[in-house]
């Protein structure tokens, strides 16, 4: 009985860290891939009168940011549900 | 109503609300002290913290650095948000579950260690403490500047203010006034923006507005930056970068990391009633700090604009000295503003050359402060300017004094010299030390440091090094053990002191940089300031080797790291 829970909070664990990897490749990819390695190849491009790679630097990246920590929030509450860890079902 | 009566009275109205506020949010236990009672709603914290976290720095210096650095100042944006997605994905809610007061207790506990403990209180202090300094600072030049009184009177009577309701209050009281001096900031910050974006552009929303044409023109605002900028032989604005890739990505990183690891951030997650609230209470703190840090970099490009305008309003024609607008000439008598006639012709020729530049200095801070004078805004607004910048500084150092404090009584008193002590005398022992903590941060405001200048990057150094290492693998690995632990943090502190010193200077003293200041001798380009991303991998590195060659940690640290994991997990371990 122990070890079915066990693997089950370890697949919790997992979900989340999963979920984790996935909101830090989108961080990194909007910051440091489009705000600084790629930013020169994408200012060849125009967001209104922004050169593209500038605009996620000072602009894009930290609108996405407040985004990821919402969407984060929002998914791990469905994840805790589901494994009814959620602090209600106390 | 004159310039200086009207600042005297919108300055004067939030401290009253600060002051309402500390008599009405008294701390009646330990608990109301340190975590304000636990039951902030999220939201409300959020907004708390998004006070907390805006320093001086955030609403004086920031948009003048984007403005004289164009693409190169992004990573103080990128940096200084990002670092919440880390705070708000790898320790907030955990933190929060371990439901305890401060972060070297959570250390202490983890790696079952009053050493582990005792380490985190060091760095914890000097981190908080090298940052307090440079909030004394901006509320002292706040009110030189704004009320011409002395710096020294300006000085006092801040510390007076937050002596008030930190001691009184604890973190019940800085939480409710941080929420204050969050709308005084955010509205102080923004409406000259609005004003200054509508001029130029016609759009409302800066953010909008940087990215449109000029009123009455067909030209974008970027585009006709980059081409002003580039005419004096300045680096395009929009592409000017910050030394190499990897440097911009390494400062980036390091202030992201050292974000996540400031302790006074923190410990404002350990004020929210369930793990759920500290997940949502950090996407609204980024929220309400992403409304100031995306109008940053609009205001630094239209003040650059509107100052260039004001002295080459057009291609080779310059301003003469005597016809000086008001602001330049109250701005010169700050020092924050200077003008040499070099070629003795009468006119202001500002250029990139310095042999041929005549406005030999113009301070980053002007551009925030200077702002709505240039643009020719109402008096009311530079007053609220004012009470902005006071209310940002205020509500961090608060917060910072409010860690000081709990480490000294919490960790150090209650954890480690005198557990004995009841909870009464524990509360009068914080209220004691935040006290004390009040006195030094205002005696170092009033004697700043010779290395003050550089303490603020080595906070955020010695915060990514130390503290965010070990929290994190407190956090995600059951197998780091205490030895492992605390020689990862004197490993990663100790290698990014010795970078930034060989560089800076033995504690900034100038002339014992035994590598100097130069570009030549940097690891692989990289400025120190943005070094504590290489010492948290030094940090993680020793940690894991460490604790692969020492004993695992026991069983009840497993056990309470699996309980922190899930959060309707209850910790039955006899440890805790």
């Not at chain 2, 009577?157 to 009281?173: D, N, P, R, S, T």
């Amino acid at each position: 009985m122990r070890d079915s829970n066990d693997d089950r909070m370890a697949k919790y664990w997992s979900k989340n860290v999963s979920l984790m990897l996935r909101v830090f490749l989108i961080w990194f990819v909007v910051s440091f891939g489009c705000g600084i390695v790629f930013v020169d190849w994408l200012n060849q491009f125009r967001f209104g009168g922004y050169p593209m790679g500038f605009w996620f630097a000072q602009q894009g990246s930290v609108f996405v940011f407040v985004g990821l920590v919402f969407y984060y929030a929002h998914k791990m509450s469905s994840i805790d549900r589901e494994f009814g860890v959620d602090e209600e079902a106390d | 109503m004159d310039l200086q009566s009207l600042t005297y009275l919108v300055v004067g109205a939030t401290f009253a609300l600060y002051i309402g506020i500390a008599i009405v949010a008294r701390a009646g236990s330990t608990r109301d002290f340190y975590i304000a009672g636990g039951g902030v709603n999220p939201v409300a914290n959020g907004m708390a913290t998004a006070a907390d976290w805006m320093s001086a720095a955030s609403f004086i210096s920031m948009a003048g650095m984007i403005a004289f650095m164009g693409y190169g100042g992004s990573v103080f944006l990128m940096g200084w948000t990002g670092g919440f997605v880390i705070l708000a994905l790898l320790l907030a809610p955990y933190l929060r579950k371990y439901g305890k007061f401060t972060v070297p207790e959570f250390i202490g506990d983890r790696y079952y260690s009053k050493s582990a403990r005792g380490v985190a209180v060091l760095c914890l202090i000097i981190c908080s403490i090298t940052y307090v300094i440079g909030q004394m600072k901006g509320i002292g030049v706040a009110f030189s500047r704004f009320l011409e009184v002395d710096y020294e009177t300006g000085l006092l009577a801040g510390m007076c203010i937050v002596f008030f309701y930190a001691v009184l209050g604890g973190m019940k009281g800085i939480t409710y006034t941080q929420i204050a001096q969050y709308c005084v900031l955010i509205f102080a910050y923004t409406i000259p923006a609005i004003f200054i974006s509508l001029q130029l552009t016609g759009f409302a929303l800066p953010q909008i507005g940087l990215g449109s044409m000029l009123s009455g023109t067909d030209v974008y605002l970027l585009d006709r930056l980059d081409q002003v900028v580039s005419d004096l032989g300045f680096r395009e604005y929009t592409t000017d970068s910050r030394g190499s890739t990897l440097n911009m990505v390494a400062f980036t990183l390091s202030l992201m990391i050292g974000t996540a690891g400031l302790p006074h951030v923190i410990v404002r997650f350990f004020t929210v009633p369930k793990v759920r609230d500290a997940r949502t209470s950090a996407g609204w703190a980024l929220l309400f700090i992403a409304i100031l840090y995306t109008t940053a970099p609009a205001v630094a490009a239209m003040a650059r604009l509107n100052l260039m305008s004001t002295v080459e309003p057009e291609s080779g024609q310059y301003l003469s000295y005597e016809e000086r607008p008001q602001w330049f000439r109250n701005w010169e008598v700050t020092g924050l503003l200077s003008f040499e006639d070099k070629n003795q012709d009468g006119l202001i020729q500002y250029s990139a050359h310095s042999v041929s530049n005549e406005l030999v200095k113009v301070d980053n801070d002007i551009i925030v402060l200077a702002n709505p004078e240039i643009a020719k805004l109402p008096n009311w607004v530079i007053a609220l300017v004012a009470a902005g910048g006071l209310a940002a500084a205020l509500s961090t150092a608060a917060g910072l004094l409010l860690a000081i404090a709990s480490a000294i009584s919490h960790d150090l008193l209650k954890g480690i010299f005198r557990p004995e002590i009841s909870e009464r005398q524990e509360l009068l022992a914080s209220r004691v030390s935040m006290a004390l903590a009040v006195l030094v941060a205002g005696y170092l405001g009033f004697n700043p440091p010779g290395f003050a200048a550089g303490t603020v990057a080595l906070a955020f150094g010695l915060a990514a090094s130390s503290i965010f290492p070990a929290l994190m693998m407190g956090i995600f690995s059951m197998r780091i053990s205490k030895e492992g632990a605390v020689a990862g943090m004197l490993a990663g502190i100790g290698i990014t002191l010795f970078y930034v010193f060989q560089h800076k200077g033995i504690m900034f003293i100038p002339g014992t940089a035994f590598l100097g200041d130069l570009t030549a001798n940097w690891f692989f380009g990289i400025e120190p300031n943005a070094f504590g991303v290489v010492g948290a991998v030094i940090n993680f590195s020793v940690a894991f080797t460490v604790s692969a060659i020492t004993r695992p940690p026991p069983e009840a640290v497993k056990k309470m790291v699996a309980s922190i994991r899930v959060p309707n997990l209850k910790n039955d371990s006899s440890l805790v």
